[in-house]
């Protein structure tokens, strides 16, 4: 997939951007994507490439809040989908939550290989349920003109009338800034990753994880694992996004003046 040596210092973000490529050859990820990659990656630089500890705060607040949803759902992009369709697939088991394909640029049958991608990795049809390729494994809702977002104009209102338009709360990696402050505006908790701290998405959500997805999934599918029922509604009124987002902007900004 990629001739970068694996001693290269910068081995692993260049394979997730050879990730991204690949993407867009399947016809998963818009071409539009590769440039949404390479805004977060130089965010990346600038958090050292690690999982700061705003991050970890971050998650743990996550952890409890979607431990706490009554329909949490999990909302699926394209690039997204090609980088961590695993770990989609481990969160949608732990949190016992359907995954939902949910695009802004909607070139011909790009929602319907990405439901394809998913199920090839052991996610299940709603349609078919003999696709079940693990125990336990989450559905896949595709978008309908069933069930519509308020206060959005783009393709990204079409939802599914029992997956993001009934959700508590939604779990959106990667998002579109205008769908999640919709998503807000009508009563629905959003759990984010987002590299950029300034970003629309990270201003509104609910929780921002500024992180690089596939460090967060893993992370946070074990605290949601290891969380205790008891102290997550404490853990939820007791986390502040706002400084959260001003320690990230706090430690970006050493960097630069580093």
């Known amino acids: 997939m990629t001739d970068v040596p694996k001693t290269h210092p910068r081995y692993l973000s260049l394979t997730l ?35 700061q500890p705003f991050a970890i705060e971050a998650i743990h607040a996550a952890a409890a809040m979607l431990r706490l949803a009554k329909h949490p759902v999990i909302s699926v992009n394209g690039n997204v989908a090609a980088l961590v369709p695993d770990g989609l697939i481990e969160l949608g ?7 939902e394909v949910n695009i802004f640029h909607t070139e011909t049958g790009r929602e ?18 003999a696709n079940v390729g693990v125990e336990g494994a989450p559905d896949v809702l595709m978008p309908t003109t069933e069930a519509q977002l308020s206060y959005i104009d783009s393709n990204r209102k079409f939802v599914h009338p029992d997956g993001i338009f009934k959700a508590d709360v939604v779990f959106v990696p990667l998002e579109d800034g205008d769908r999640c402050e919709a998503l807000r505006k009508m009563g629905k908790a959003v759990v984010t990753v987002d590299l950029n701290p300034m970003s629309r998405t990270a201003q509104q959500a609910s929780i921002t994880i500024v992180d690089n997805v596939v460090r967060t999934l893993p992370l946070l599918c074990k605290e949601i694992r290891e969380f205790s029922d008891s102290t997550a509604a404490d853990t939820v009124s007791q986390y502040s996004n706002e400084a959260v987002l001003k320690k990230a902007l706090q430690h970006i900004s050493r960097c630069g003046n580093g």
Do not use: C, M, W
């Not at 690949?22 to 130089?42: F, K, M, N, P, W």
């Not at 088991?93 to 995954?99: E, G, I, S, T, Y």
């Open 17 to 51: 951007r050879d990730t991204i490529v690949a993407g867009v050859a399947q016809g998963i990820t818009s071409v539009h994507g590769l440039i949404a990659h390479g805004r977060g990656e130089a965010f990346d630089y600038l958090i050292g490439e690690t999982t």
């Open 93 to 99: 088991q732990v949190l016992n939550a359907p995954l």
């Open 112 to 129: 319907q290989r990405i439901r394809e991608h998913l199920l090839k990795h052991k996610a299940r049809s709603e349609t078919s349920p």
